[in-house]
């Protein structure tokens, strides 16, 4: 009887020791942990962002790093669920790592928040800080702010900001169409709100949510925009949900524009393809075409070094941003410990890879950046995605322009 | 008067898209008793293999080549994994499909990534029909509905006309009896459950550029096809038919209409005020739950009638 | 008893368990550990109570996540009432509070389903569970949409005066629940209820012929595994202290699924079993890749295929072996299975993350490292031996499996006797 005891826990000892043990930690690096879905039907972002953070760090590595050390990922699947995100978090922490990043999805983003801050406050000795990259809810930078988040990616507000200062001057009547969750709700919210102060002169003729991810035919949504009379689609869609939209509006004819938020958004030039000539506009951080808008060679050359060899394009200018201003953080802050790092972050001025000033404001620990809005077109030198078209850049919402109020009343710590 | 034509035009398309995926899944289900759950997984397998094999010798081949490997890996899981399988339940059947989903998605995400796949139209069909009060009726989606009416001609014919036919029909009522006779039921098995995969195959091949063809498409056909399934009755292909168009139908009717429950009570005169969830509920107009529509017809009809709309077997 | 001392003696080593991973560098607990072990203890409940519906009840249910997913709502906005002062709620009866209301939807919704068996029941669950997750995401008052909805467990009420701002005090929460919870749901097998549960499973229409209504019986079973769901989904509530629809969507009520066919449906502890196994399996093997689901969806499928009895069944199954004292001589024949299937399984594994890392990984600009060396996907050696390790293993575990079964088959006869 007790041999058997004594087997069955010695089993359970040595199945609960494969799980807890884990690589030592290297102090040569500073690491950063970083969360994203890597498996499931959402991989696809985690898996490019991952790439593109190698090509990034290469630069910044190669810069000196930060204290003289080099800059490495750690990544941890999150399955796009917050409480895998927390678990992840937990890791993070068990390992002593300073950083947790993350670039997709508000639902994460929101758990991280919570789940960070209440981490920092019960065991002080061991603070991380959480850098944002694609929570995009307003929200989290405004009632849900928090001091040791810093959002490196414009927030939807100011993305309806961009967008609406970038509609043509001709359109007098829009339909709005966005996912029925809360980014969707998110969107639609802050585009009547920002048409209502910028441009009063047009009519909102129609705005609808519909289910996320569901729709399979979008033909009767085609149907209503086509009966409201609408000269402009505003959504908020991506992915499927927009693709198949779009496609529906080309094969029934209808002579429409679509001001996107997100059709830049990996796999959209491509599900799209020829269906968004002279008709698609979105609102991008930065797209192959803008180094030569400007004329800046160096950043044309980065980006192209990436184009060589991805069948893909370099977009994601905010996280270049977001490295170098934390690798600058920490050489300011002379270690990696999280109150230091974010005294010596917040307020940080800098410029990113096109000469843009950019600015991590105080009060809410959020970026302050330019965006390009750009129309899919084939009269570019760069495409998107080996698709033959490419973005062009119809206007460009400065950082004044988007610098927006905020409601955040964030608590700092004592010490 | 014309977004009702025009809606019943288009909730027709659909509805047929949907029948061409959920006739092949009837098939299996009145046969052998079991959801094939992996099989909106071999649709998407279809339109896979359709543009990878477009690639090198066009559409039109690919519409017949795709959809005979979709039987051919169809005919295979049948022999290597269902067949062992079988005598451990229906539940243990139903378990190994759900198994397969994963699989098979990890799979076409190793081989072809995971970024969607620019599977286009075929030019030669990239036109405009015909024009409806201002509308346009793509080509294609003519071609659409040719492709499932001649599918559904094949498949009536093929069960009614010819010998393999009755033999089906009659192993889908009653399975026992038939292999009493003398019939090799395992081989019909096979041969059904790989002639329903190829029919998703097929499907796969036509919706792959309806749609987008990407790792996720599975996840989004796949519930609304077991619906039609199972509204549609267990061992009758009229009564996949007609669920297939009615929730076509329906899905593409709801999407109009925007008025809710509260706008039902106005005119009687009970307004709803203040914020609460009651509130929220009631002022959800139509359009935004017209997907989830034949999920709460599903519910209904199984409550009262769990033989679905024609069905010849009881579940 | 022998039993009960086995018990015993696994809630010492649960007990004991983060005390044997302290860093002692860092004076704290690991935190990691003890959120997998509260993980655990959640999908146990999970488990548990799926198996009430599929394992005692014939039941194949496909919305269990949806009465664990209103368990944790309603604990958040209990948590956040008694944190403003409005309900006087101690922590500990928290979960009790959670499974109440999962005890509600599941009368609500059980009236509906259980009219019907099988299929239909299945398919009726599938058609509740899509609702829900939708519904979750579109009613913001009660679900807080896409978000979800967070709160803050130190609501300074507790029976015991502790302030579970420590993951090791939510932890000893969660395993005393945990046991309580087990204890109930084993209590309950002994029962009428429980028996005619499983008369139902076996044969509803004799069932019926004793004078039991089939369908009170489902009706009841449901609802009381939709009160266990939701113990577990208050708890869930409490140690992540936010709640999204992820919490009652359709991969949740399909990973209960999967820990209990796995763990094994025929045995009460084997859900148990399957819970422990499959948490280790996501927080552990996904940290080591990424093709992890690959791995669970082969091993769902082998166990379907070779052993629908689950992990606990074949344990019992030596139960009458290991009674006559026969155990020892089974030893050098699972031996001899152990190094083939090893051969097999490093093998698969091998061809399985070789591929992945060609199309997927080697862009993400990894290295490769397999078992402890790195490896290069373009020489032809991995491929080949990786290859030669599954055919081999597989052709000689085959012929191994047969001389396995024919000792199986001589050592039940013989013991039978």
């Keep these: ?329 920490i050489d300011t802050a002379g270690s990696t410990d999280a109150l230091k790092v974010a005294l010596a972050l917040e307020d940080m001025k800098a410029t990113d890879l096109v000469g843009s000033p950019v600015q991590m404001r105080k009060v809410d620990h959020q970026l302050l950046m330019p965006y390009y809005a750009a129309s899919f077109t084939k009269d570019v030198k760069y495409d998107a995605e080996k698709t033959g078209f490419g973005w062009k850049t119809d206007f460009i919402a400065s950082t004044d322009d988007l610098t927006l109020p905020t409601v955040c009343k964030m608590k700092r710590p004592a010490s | 008067m014309e977004t009702v034509l025009i809606s019943v035009l288009n909730g027709l398309v659909y509805g047929m898209l949907l029948f061409m995926l959920a ?140 010998r393999i036919g009755l033999i089906i029909q009659a192993a889908l009522t009653h399975p026992q009896m038939v292999s009493s006779l003398g019939h090799n039921v395992p081989r019909v098995f096979t041969t059904v459950f790989a002639g329903g995969c190829l029919l998703a195959g097929l499907a796969g091949v036509i919706g792959g550029n309806y749609q987008t063809t990407e790792p996720g498409m599975a996840d989004s056909m796949g519930p609304i096809v077991f619906v039609v399934v199972v509204f549609g009755g267990l061992g009758s292909l009229a009564g996949c038919f007609i669920a297939s168009i009615v929730m076509g139908m329906i899905q593409t009717f709801a999407v109009v209409i925007d008025y809710s429950i509260a706008d039902l009570l106005r005119p009687m005169g009970l307004m709803l005020t203040g914020d609460t969830l009651l509130t929220e509920v009631l002022t959800v107009p139509v359009a935004r739950i017209g997907a989830l529509l034949p999920f709460v017809m599903m519910v209904t009809i199984l409550f009262f009638r769990p033989r679905g709309l024609m069905g010849t077997r009881d579940t | 008893m022998k039993s009960r001392w086995l018990i015993l003696a696994l809630i010492a080593v649960a007990i004991a368990l983060p005390w044997c991973f302290y860093d002692w560098g860092h004076h704290r607990h690991a935190g990691f550990l003890l959120s997998m072990l509260s993980q655990m203890g959640m999908m146990v409940i999970l488990a548990l109570s799926y198996n009430m519906l599929l394992g005692q009840a014939g039941l194949f249910s496909l919305c269990h996540a949806t009465f664990f997913g209103i368990g944790g709502y309603a604990t958040v906005h209990l948590l956040n009432a008694v944190g403003a002062g409005d309900v006087p709620v101690p922590m500990e009866l928290m979960p009790l509070l959670a499974g109440l209301s999962g005890l509600a939807l599941a009368i609500l919704f059980g009236a509906m389903a259980t009219k019907q068996r099988a299929t239909a029941f299945a398919m009726i669950t599938l058609g509740i569970s899509e609702l829900m997750a ?199 024949p699972y031996l001899r299975l152990v190094i083939p299937s090893l051969g097999l399984l490093l093998g698969f594994v091998g061809l399985v993350e070789l591929m992945s890392f060609l199309t997927i990984g080697a862009a993400q600009g990894k290295k490769l490292v397999l078992f402890g060396g790195p490896v290069d996907v373009h020489a032809a050696l991995p491929w080949v031996v990786s290859g030669g390790s599954l055919i081999l293993g597989a052709l000689w575990l085959r012929w191994e499996a047969a001389g396995f079964h024919r000792i199986w088959e001589n050592l039940t006869a013989e013991v039978r006797r």
């Design chain 1, 1 to 329: 009887m007790t041999s058997s005891i004594r087997r069955l826990c010695f089993a359970f000892v040595a199945l609960s020791l494969l799980a807890a043990g884990r690589p030592a930690v290297a102090e040569d690096t500073i690491k950063i942990g970083y969360v994203d879905p890597f498996s499931g039907p959402f991989a696809s972002g985690g898996d490019e962002f991952l790439k593109v953070f190698g090509y990034i760090l290469q630069k910044i590595n190669a810069d000196g790093g930060a204290l003289g050390k080099k800059f490495e990922l750690v990544p941890f699947d999150d399955k796009l669920q917050p409480a895998e995100a927390l678990i992840a978090l937990k890791n993070i922490t068990d390992q002593n790592i300073p950083f947790v990043m993350q670039c997709t999805g508000s639902n994460v983003g929101a758990a991280l928040v919570d789940g960070v801050s209440k981490h920092n406050a019960r065991n002080p000795d061991n603070r991380v800080l959480y850098l944002n990259c694609g929570a995009l809810a307003t929200e989290l930078t405004n009632e849900q702010c928090d001091f040791w988040q810093f959002r490196f990616t414009g927030n939807v507000e100011m993305r309806a900001v961009a967008r609406i200062k970038a509609l043509p001057k001709d359109i007098t009547k829009v339909y709005l169409l966005n996912q029925d969750y809360l980014f969707g709700q998110s969107i639609q919210h802050d585009t009547r709100k920002w048409l209502a102060k910028l441009r009063p002169d047009i009519q909102v003729v129609g705005d609808e949510l519909m289910p996320f991810g569901k729709v399979q035919d979008f033909s009767s949504y085609v149907a209503k925009i086509k009966a409201s009379g609408a000269q402009s689609v505003i959504t908020g869609n991506y992915n499927r949900d927009l693709n198949l939209l779009i496609k529906a509006a080309v094969d029934d004819g209808l002579n429409v524009r679509f001001d996107t938020y997100l059709a830049h958004l990996i796999g959209g030039p491509t599900a799209i393809g020829s269906a968004g000539e002279h008709r698609l506009s979105s609102i991008t951080e930065f797209h192959p075409n803008v180094p030569l808008e400007l004329n800046k060679p160096d950043a044309e050359a980065y980006s192209n070094g990436w184009r060589a060899n991805h069948d893909t394009d370099f977009s994601e200018v905010p996280f270049l941003t977001m490295l170098q201003m934390l690798a600058r953080a």
């Design chain 2, 23 to 162: 006739s092949g899944l009837t098939l299996i289900f009145s046969m052998m008793g079991v959801l094939n759950f992996a099989h909106a997984s071999i649709y998407m397998l279809g339109a896979y293999l359709a543009f990878t094999v477009s690639r090198f010798v066009g559409f039109f081949p690919a519409l017949i080549i795709a959809p005979i490997l979709c039987g051919l890996i169809g005919a295979a899981i049948e022999i290597w994994g269902l067949r062992r399988v079988h005598h451990n339940g229906h539940i243990a059947e139903l378990l190994f499909t759900f198994g397969l989903v994963f699989i098979i998605q990890r799979l076409v995400q190793m081989t072809w990534g995971m970024l969607p796949m620019a599977y286009r139209v075929p030019p030669s069909l990239d036109f405009p029909l015909f024009v409806l009060y201002g509308a346009n009726f793509p080509a294609y989606r003519g071609f659409m509905l040719l492709v499932s009416a001649a599918m559904l001609l094949g498949t009536w014919l093929l069960l009614k006309k010819t």
């Design chain 3, 134 to 332: 939708t519904a979750a995401l579109m009613f913001h008052h009660f679900f807080g949409g896409e978000g979800g909805v967070t709160t803050n467990r130190m609501i300074e009420n507790s029976l015991f005066g502790l302030t579970y701002a420590s993951g090791l005090q939510v932890y000893y929460l969660i395993l005393a629940w945990t046991v309580l919870a087990t204890g109930l749901m084993y209590y309950l097998t002994l029962t009428p209820l429980g028996r005619m549960a499983n008369a139902t499973r076996d044969n509803f229409e004799r069932a019926q012929f004793i004078g039991y209504d089939p369908r009170m019986v489902r009706f009841l079973q449901f609802a009381l595994s939709g009160f266990f769901a939701g113990i577990g989904g208050g708890l869930y509530a409490i140690t992540y202290e936010i709640v999204t629809f992820d919490a009652l969507a359709a991969p949740l009520s399909a990973n209960a699924l999967l820990m209990a066919y796995i763990g094994g449906t025929t045995v009460f502890g084997g859900p148990i079993l399957g819970a422990i196994l499959i948490t280790l399996l996501q927080s552990g093997v996904s940290l080591l890749s990424n093709s992890w689901l690959v791995y669970v969806g082969v091993m769902f499928i082998a166990m379907v295929i070779f052993a629908p009895t689950g992990l606990a069944g074949i344990i019992k199954a030596h139960g009458p072996i290991r009674h006559s004292g026969r155990l020892g001589s089974l030893v050098v």
